[in-house]
Nanobody
Framework: QVQLVESGGGLVQAGGSLRLSCAAS????????MGWFRQAPGKEREFVAL???????YYADSVKGRFTISRDNAKNTVYLQMNSLKPEDTGVYYC???????????????WGQGTQVTISS
C-alpha cells in the first residue's frame, strides 16, 4: 500500500514558477514509477510527466522545456518544478504511483488527493 500527499499548489501569475511535492508513504518507493497528472474544470485528467525507478523521465509536449520532474528516494518524495507557467496550466495536479506507470491514468494504482494550481493572466 502506498499513500501519496501532494503539496505546493497555489495562485501565481503567468510566467511565474511553482514547485509541487508528492510525499509517499510505504516501502520500496524507489522501485515505483511516479507520475504527475492534471485536471482542468470540465476536462479529463491528462498526463503531465513521469519518472521511472531508473530515473528516466518523459513529458507531455505541452510542458516539455518548462516542467521538470525529479525524485529523492531518500525522502520518498517526487517533485514537479514548473516554470514559465501559463493560464492553461491551471488545474488540480495529482501525483500517482505504480510499479510500472505510463502516460495513462489507468496505468497507476495509487493516487494522491490533488493540489490546486491556478495561473492568472
Amino acid at each position: 500500500q502506498v499513500q501519496l500527499v501532494e503539496s505546493g499548489g497555489g495562485l501565481v501569475q503567468a510566467g511565474g514558477s511553482l514547485r509541487l511535492s508528492c510525499a509517499a508513504s510505504g516501502r520500496s518507493f524507489s522501485r515505483y514509477g511516479m507520475g504527475w497528472f492534471r485536471q482542468a474544470p470540465g476536462k479529463e485528467r491528462e498526463f503531465v510527466a513521469l519518472i521511472r525507478w531508473s530515473g528516466t523521465t518523459y513529458y507531455a509536449d505541452s510542458v516539455k522545456g518548462r516542467f521538470t520532474i525529479s525524485r529523492d528516494n531518500a525522502k520518498n518524495t517526487v517533485y514537479l518544478q514548473m516554470n514559465s507557467l501559463k493560464p492553461e496550466d491551471t488545474g488540480v495536479y495529482y501525483c500517482a504511483a505504480d510499479r510500472s506507470g505510463g502516460i495513462t491514468t489507468d496505468s497507476y494504482q495509487y493516487w494522491g488527493q490533488g493540489t490546486q494550481v491556478t495561473i492568472s493572466s
